[in-house]
């Protein structure tokens, strides 16, 4: 079974820029997460969905990220304008979602992101 | 928002040795707990969940204690293979919220 996809593996960015990171999920799981690790952190959820809906975006900085999970399958999540602080790993992860008690995720490698 | 706790550690044990970290959750109403765990410059892999019950998957042990809102990990017979970062999860679903927090990660050596 093909896991979760990401891309690109690796950016380095000046600030003020903007940049992209796609990802595709695991066939079949509904539920999709965008994740951001910042270097010695735990992974800090941004935003989740559940097919096309949001179920949680509350940690997702709207003034400059935006994620979006077209015909709920793959998904972006955009960054614009970069700031320093962005510089981090960006983790998609994706799940069947029977439930939050049963709910394993599948992470892809991530996106190492170096603001400039 | 709601925090997750953990000891950064390092812990640093010899091989064979048991060794048990613990991680607190603030929001009371949290349902689902699970531990992951994640290599160096590598993604999070689910290690296991962790049941009101207690719960075993050969070496390691997960508990939950809900009155003192901790949950804790404990491995037996340390392997070198087990060094690693060590994730707690805590998960809230309610009416019309939701909430899903990592712990910043419990670092793990196990030396020859």
């Known amino acids: 079974e093909a896991g979760v996809a990401q891309s690109p593996r690796y950016k380095i960015i000046e600030k003020r820029q903007s940049v992209a990171f796609w990802c595709n999920p695991i066939s079949g799981h509904a539920t999709l997460y965008w994740y951001q690790q910042i270097l010695g952190q735990g992974p800090k959820l941004l935003i989740q969905?559940?097919?096309?809906?949001?179920?949680?975006d509350s940690q997702l900085p709207k003034d400059r990220f935006s994620a979006e999970r077209l015909k709920g399958v793959d998904s972006t999540l955009k960054i614009q304008p970069a700031k320093l602080e962005d510089s981090a790993v960006y983790l998609c992860?994706?799940?069947?979602?029977?439930?939050?008690?049963?709910?394993?995720?599948?992470f892809g490698p991530g996106t190492r992101l170096t603001v400039l | 928002r709601k925090e997750v706790e953990q000891d950064p550690g390092p812990f640093n044990v010899p091989e064979g040795a048991t060794v048990a970290f613990n991680c607190t959750y603030s929001n009371s109403a949290s349902q689902s707990f699970f531990w992951y765990r994640q290599d160096c410059r590598k993604e999070p892999k689910l290690l296991m969940s962790v049941y009101s019950s207690g719960n075993e998957d050969g070496r390691f042990t997960a508990q939950l204690n809900r009155a003192s809102q901790y949950i804790s990990l404990l491995i037996r017979d340390s392997k070198l293979s087990d060094s690693a970062t060590y994730l707690c999860?805590?998960?809230?679903?309610?009416?019309?919220?939701?909430?899903?927090?990592f712990g910043k990660g419990t670092k793990l050596s196990v030396i020859p």
């Open positions: 999860v805590a998960i809230y679903s309610g009416a019309g919220s939701y909430q899903l927090t």
């Open positions: 969905f559940q097919n096309n809906g949001v179920v949680d």
């Open positions: 992860a994706s799940s069947l979602w029977k439930g939050p008690s049963t709910d394993t995720q599948y």
